[in-house]
């Protein structure tokens, strides 16, 4: 069966330092990938996604950005964080429909 | 997380009795619809899908009725129980396509002993 991971489940960071989350899919091969943040009381936002290795699509600009090393790793970085960065991300994958998702990370940026 | 749905709807039943929760769309070329369940702290869990050329669709203690007409989604849940408290929200698509899945808010579901 495909297991999905992120971690750290939890961070606090301050303003300005850079960032790394990670994901990893098992037991499936060349999924999409996708990264999401939820915010309060408001559907989840699309960030990035990506349809096979060193392939990004980025669907809101900001200082935030994807990179998939490998078929089933997907990272989201940021070289310098905002407050506004802070918020419950979310990975998931599909290999069609429909998508799975991870148990998240909660960024708290001070 | 707990960043999630602390303005939400919220739809609280007893025990035992059983639980509709709701979602409207505006997209009347949406064809696939998922209902998804997620629990303080946790990433959303899929419960049940439907495609366009169905109007109902059961899982286990669960049923997902489509009204295309009036571009409406419920989601059924039999037998409430406490384990069933958390947050359920609807995502649609008009194709094959995951990048363009829009996703409701959710609504708090409360289940009172």
């Known amino acids: 069966s495909q297991t999905i991971h992120q971690w750290p489940a939890t961070l606090v960071q301050p303003v300005g330092s850079p960032l790394s989350l990670e994901c990893t899919v098992e037991?499936?091969?060349?999924?999409?990938l996708y990264w999401y943040r939820q915010a309060a009381g408001r559907g989840l936002q699309l960030l990035f996604y990506s349809v096979g290795i060193g392939q990004i699509s980025s669907e809101v600009p900001q200082n935030l950005s994807a990179s998939r090393p490998q078929d089933r790793q997907f990272i989201l970085s940021s070289k310098k964080l905002l407050l506004s960065d802070s918020g419950f991300y979310l990975c998931?994958?599909?290999?069609?429909?429909?998508?799975?998702f991870g148990p998240g990370t909660r960024l708290l940026v001070l | 997380g707990e960043s999630v749905g602390l303005h939400l709807p919220t739809l609280s039943v007893q025990e035992g009795d059983n639980s509709i929760i709701n979602c409207a769309y505006s997209n009347s070329a949406s064809d696939y619809f998922i209902w998804y369940k997620q629990e303080s702290g946790k990433g959303p869990q899929f419960i049940i899908d439907i495609r366009s050329n169905m109007d109902k669709r059961q899982g286990q203690r669960v049923t997902v009725l489509l009204n295309k007409t009036v571009k409406h989604l419920s989601l059924q849940i039999a037998a409430t129980q406490p384990g069933d408290s958390a947050v359920y929200f609807c995502?649609?698509?008009?194709?094959?396509?995951?990048?363009?899945?829009?996703f409701g808010p959710g609504t708090r579901l409360s289940v009172l002993p």
């Open positions: 998931a994958w599909s290999a069609g429909e429909p998508q799975y």
């Open positions: 995502a649609e698509t008009p194709d094959n396509y995951g990048q363009n899945f829009v």
């Open positions: 037991g499936t091969s060349n999924p999409n």
